[in-house]
């Protein structure tokens, strides 16, 4: 029915990212759940604890839970029963993070074994480096302009260069041409080291050659020191792990003054930096006009120095970083805002030393406001006879949102019997290879079938069963279409080596099915025994979500990146309607109880309604979080899951959390207030965002994703 997305990555790049943006843990508030009247979530009640022991191996490690001060371990800890956000740490192993480690009665320990980073000797014969790792400088310039684009060293530096390296000799090679050659030494481990001392005495780029080859390149530049009253960012965000950042305010200008020098600190004086025209003056101080600005999309940012425009990285380790900010009165009126989300006034509510606004109001999403958000997965569905029963692709709940269980494993693709409501279908890319099945409601999974699947080029999109017949179930795959004809038992393939994004099945006539494909829709009248194009990919955009009109199943939606279309004649003809950027196989939805009303998930920018079948759409009052999955329940009651937090709009049309007490951790105070989800804003204070409430106003920052 619905996916998870399961997204690798460059390597390098992540290397490279998380020397910029590591993040730390903010203050733990708590959180709190009130009203329950108008809240699906549960009262407030005294929670039950437990003491649990905690340790490590090695031992030694610092631990973070839900926020709190750290604990090293070992220790002992009195947990309250429920679901913590748990992180370890420890110099030379990588960290571990549990965002879902639920404490029962009978929980009496915590060990968790950490993993070893690779020595220096590993990561040489790995490659990713090169062949040369060196114990501290010089970095390089590399991969994006989230790089390190500087060496770490500057203008006058006397340093030790020493390392290891594949290769027997190599030579440092200056601006001028002048070079140092390093001879290296065979170790026991089969690689090399070398080490000499060397005097950087020129301003430029140097080479490190080896054969006549170039094997990596640096520059050496003057020390750049930022002089007050330049904004820096770690003074806004203290927290936040970029450091040496002018701080900008997005869409406006700032001065920045710089003490340029050598690395001794001695001034450079009327010097030029050979950078967008700046040079220093008789006291070795440059000075310049720095500005922000959004651009095309909502992430997407032009830097301009002195009105040029510049790299996010303009000289040695000197940053520009944009931040977002939006300003209220203390009543709520909007006085100035950059942030695209956040063009209106707000309700503030006061309570004691809280302010209390309602979420979406003031422009931060659930997982920068609460860092243990995100543990409920990013899919939700009903079952179609019972609405009570409704499942994350991490959590069940069986009476409506009341209450959640954790499922027996975490899954990437899920789909539920459409008879028998205990009975769970799942794929997993922990274990890739097999199709699983529970017959308890999602607490315990076991392996049924084979499906055969290569993560390194393969991914399964979807599983769906057939509504008229539960024996056969359809995986939509990144390679083929599968079908099973004894309930997932076996596999055969019936489109091959073709991309298959999404499949949709005809509710009456379920001979009747719909695939997305890289050729475009294809449609079968014969349960995947022969397929006709019935609409060609748009601008290469492949359909990511197919939905039947429960009703009138001769009415069909589509959506992809730019374009929302309708059939209104299985298939026959199409008609461009609207130009959402549809992301995933959960964005559309159709009331099965009064089919006129269609709903549409606009990737990071909201949700839209239709009363009039699609024809005419409005954006509706809903969170600015990144909405994942939307669903309607038999009942008509309309489901989303958001950051990894589910919720369910009342009767009011506004959309509150279930069981917020349980998937809301590691921020604020938060409580329903006249049928509204309201955040406690003088509580927010992450790594990257920030509030500050005093006086006559409240200042809402956030720090701008500057990566490319």
């Given at each position: 029915?619905?996916?998870?997305?399961?997204?690798?990555?460059?390597?390098?790049?992540?290397?490279?990212?998380?020397v910029?943006?590591?993040?730390?843990?903010?203050s733990?508030?708590?959180?709190?759940?009130?009203?329950?009247?108008?809240?699906?979530?549960?009262?407030?009640?005294?929670?039950q604890?437990k003491?649990?022991?905690?340790?490590?191996?090695?031992?030694?490690?610092?631990?973070?839970?839900?926020?709190?001060?750290?604990?090293?371990?070992?220790?002992?800890?009195?947990?309250?029963?429920?679901?913590?956000?748990?992180?370890f740490?420890?110099?030379?192993?990588?960290?571990?993070?549990?965002?879902?480690?639920?404490?029962?009665?009978?929980?009496?320990?915590?060990?968790?074994?950490?993993?070893?980073?690779?020595t220096?000797e590993?990561?040489?014969?790995f490659?990713?480096?090169?062949?040369?790792?060196?114990?501290?400088v010089?970095?390089?310039?590399c991969?994006?302009?989230a790089?390190?684009?500087?060496?770490?060293?500057?203008?006058?530096d006397?340093?030790?260069?020493?390392?290891?390296?594949t290769?027997?000799?190599f030579?440092?090679?200056?601006?001028s041409g002048?070079?140092?050659?390093?001879?290296?030494?065979?170790?026991?481990?089969?690689?090399?080291?070398?080490?000499?001392?060397?005097?950087?005495?020129?301003?430029?780029?140097?080479?490190?050659?080896?054969?006549?080859?170039?094997?990596?390149?640096?520059?050496?530049?003057?020390?750049a020191?930022?002089?007050?009253?330049?904004?820096?960012?770690?003074d806004?965000?203290?927290?936040?792990?970029?450091k040496?950042?002018?701080?900008?305010?997005?869409?406006?200008?700032?001065?920045?003054?710089?003490?340029?020098?050598?690395?001794?600190?001695?001034?450079i004086?009327?010097?030029?930096?050979?950078?967008?025209?700046?040079?220093?003056?008789?006291a070795?101080?440059v000075?310049?006009?720095?500005?922000?600005?959004?651009?095309?999309?909502?992430?997407?940012?032009?830097?301009?120095?002195?009105?040029?425009?510049?790299?996010?990285?303009?000289?040695?380790?000197?940053?520009?970083?944009?931040?977002?900010?939006?300003?209220?009165?203390?009543?709520?009126k909007?006085?100035?805002?950059?942030?695209?989300?956040?063009?209106?006034?707000?309700?503030?509510?006061?309570d004691?030393?809280?302010?209390?606004?309602?979420y979406?109001?003031?422009?931060?999403?659930?997982?920068?406001?609460f860092?243990?958000?995100?543990i409920?997965?990013?899919v939700?569905?009903?079952?179609?006879?019972?609405?009570?029963?409704?499942?994350?692709?991490?959590?069940?709940?069986?009476?409506?949102?009341?209450?959640?269980?954790?499922l027996?494993?975490?899954?990437?693709?899920?789909a539920?019997?459409?008879?028998?409501?205990?009975i769970?279908?799942?794929?997993?890319?922990n274990s890739?290879?097999?199709?699983?099945?529970?017959?308890?409601?999602?607490l315990?999974?076991?392996?049924?079938?084979?499906?055969r699947?290569?993560?390194?080029?393969?991914?399964?999109?979807q599983?769906?069963?057939?509504?008229?017949?539960?024996?056969?179930?359809?995986?939509?795959?990144?390679?083929?279409?599968?079908?099973?004809?004894?309930g997932?038992?076996?596999?055969n393939?019936?489109?091959?080596?073709?991309?298959?994004?999404?499949?949709?099945?005809?509710?009456?006539d379920?001979?009747?099915?719909?695939?997305?494909?890289?050729?475009?829709?294809?449609?079968?009248?014969?349960?995947?025994?022969?397929?006709?194009?019935?609409?060609?990919?748009?601008?290469g955009n492949?359909?990511?979500c197919?939905?039947?009109?429960?009703?009138?199943?001769?009415?069909?939606?589509?959506?992809?990146?730019?374009?929302f279309?309708?059939?209104?004649?299985?298939?026959?003809?199409?008609?461009?309607i609207?130009?959402?950027?549809i992301?995933?196989?959960?964005?559309?939805?159709?009331?099965?109880?009064?089919?006129?009303?269609?709903?549409?998930?606009s990737?990071r920018?909201?949700?839209?309604?239709?009363?009039?079948?699609g024809?005419?759409?409005?954006?509706?009052?809903?969170?600015?979080?990144?909405?994942?999955?939307i669903?309607?329940?038999?009942?008509?009651?309309?489901?989303?899951i958001?950051?990894?937090v589910?919720?369910?709009?009342?009767?009011?049309?506004?959309?509150?959390?279930?069981?917020g007490?349980?998937?809301?951790?590691?921020?604020?105070?938060?409580?329903?207030?006249?049928?509204?989800?309201?955040?406690?804003?003088?509580?927010?204070?992450?790594?990257?965002?920030?509030?500050?409430?005093?006086?006559?106003?409240?200042?809402?920052?956030?720090?701008?994703?500057?990566?490319?």
């Open positions: 029915m619905v996916t998870k997305k399961f997204k690798g990555g460059n390597f390098m790049k992540k290397i490279i990212i998380i910029f943006l590591f993040v730390l843990l903010a733990f508030t708590g959180c709190g759940v009130k009203d329950t009247n108008t809240s699906p979530s549960n009262p407030v009640q005294v929670k604890t003491i649990v022991k905690i340790d490590s191996n090695p031992q030694g490690a610092t631990v973070f839970i839900d926020n709190n001060n750290p604990i090293t371990t070992p220790a002992e800890v009195e947990f309250s029963i429920g679901i913590h956000f748990i992180t740490r420890k110099e030379g192993y990588e960290g571990f993070v549990q965002k879902d480690f639920e404490v029962k009665e009978d929980t009496t320990s915590i060990n968790v074994t950490l993993k070893k980073l690779p220096t590993e990561i040489l014969k490659g990713v480096l090169g062949p040369v790792a060196f114990d501290t010089p970095h390089f310039a991969c994006s302009a790089a390190i684009a500087y060496s770490n060293i500057f203008y006058g006397t340093l030790t260069i020493s390392g290891l390296t290769l027997e000799s030579d440092f090679v200056f601006p002048k070079k140092v050659h390093f001879d290296t030494e065979r170790t026991l481990s089969g690689v090399r080291k070398f080490s000499k001392v060397v005097t950087f005495d020129e301003v430029g780029g140097y080479e490190i050659i080896s054969n006549g080859e170039r094997k990596y390149f640096f520059e050496v530049c003057y020390k020191t930022v002089l007050p009253p330049t904004p820096k960012l770690e806004l965000f203290p927290s936040c792990g970029i040496n950042a002018i701080a900008v305010p997005i869409g406006k200008e700032v001065e920045a003054r710089l003490l340029i020098t050598d690395a001794k600190g001695n001034p004086k009327n010097t030029s930096l050979g950078v967008y025209d700046l040079k220093t003056d008789n070795g101080i000075s310049f006009k720095a500005r922000v600005v959004r651009t095309e999309c909502e992430h997407c940012y032009a830097i301009y120095v002195n009105g040029k425009q510049a790299d996010l990285t303009i000289y040695a380790d000197l940053l520009i970083w944009g931040y977002d900010y939006a300003k209220f009165s203390k009543f709520g909007l006085i100035e805002s950059s942030m695209p989300q956040v063009k209106l006034d707000a309700k503030v509510v006061l004691g030393g809280s302010v209390y606004m309602p979406g109001s003031f422009g931060l999403k659930l997982n920068e406001i860092l243990g958000s995100g409920g997965g990013d939700i569905i009903s079952h179609p006879k019972n609405p009570s029963i409704i499942y994350t692709n991490s959590f069940v709940s069986k009476d409506g949102g009341e209450h959640f269980e954790k027996g494993m975490s899954l990437n693709t899920i539920l019997h459409p008879d028998m409501q205990e769970v279908f799942g794929w997993s890319v890739p290879n097999d199709f699983l099945q529970s017959t308890d409601y999602g315990h999974f076991e392996k049924i079938g084979n499906v699947i290569n993560l390194a080029n393969n991914f399964v999109e599983i769906v069963v057939d509504p008229k017949n539960p024996e056969r179930i359809y995986l939509a795959t990144s390679k083929w279409l599968y079908r099973s004809e004894d997932g038992k076996t596999f393939p019936i489109i091959q080596n073709e991309l298959v994004k999404f499949i949709a099945i005809n509710p009456r379920s001979n009747i099915i719909f695939v997305s494909s890289e050729r475009g829709i294809l449609k079968s009248e014969d349960s995947g025994k022969t397929w006709n194009i019935v609409k060609n990919n748009t601008n492949m359909v990511n197919i939905v039947f009109d429960p009703k009138n199943v001769n009415t069909v939606y589509t959506g992809s990146y730019y374009e279309s309708v059939s209104k004649d299985s298939g026959k003809t199409w008609e461009k609207g130009e959402f950027l992301d995933n196989n959960g964005s559309i939805a159709v009331n099965p109880l009064k089919h006129n009303i269609v709903y549409v998930v990737f920018d909201g949700i839209y309604k239709s009363e009039d079948y024809k005419h759409f409005a954006k509706i009052d809903s969170p600015v979080g990144d909405v994942s999955s669903a309607f329940d038999s009942k008509g009651e309309l489901l989303f958001d950051n990894g589910p919720f369910k709009m009342n009767e009011k049309g506004n959309f509150l959390p279930l069981r007490d349980m998937f809301l951790v590691g921020g604020p105070e938060w409580k329903i207030i006249d049928g509204k989800f309201f955040i406690d804003v003088s509580g927010v204070n992450t790594s990257g965002v920030k509030a500050v409430v005093g006086g006559n106003y409240m200042d809402i920052y956030k720090v701008c994703d500057m990566l490319p």
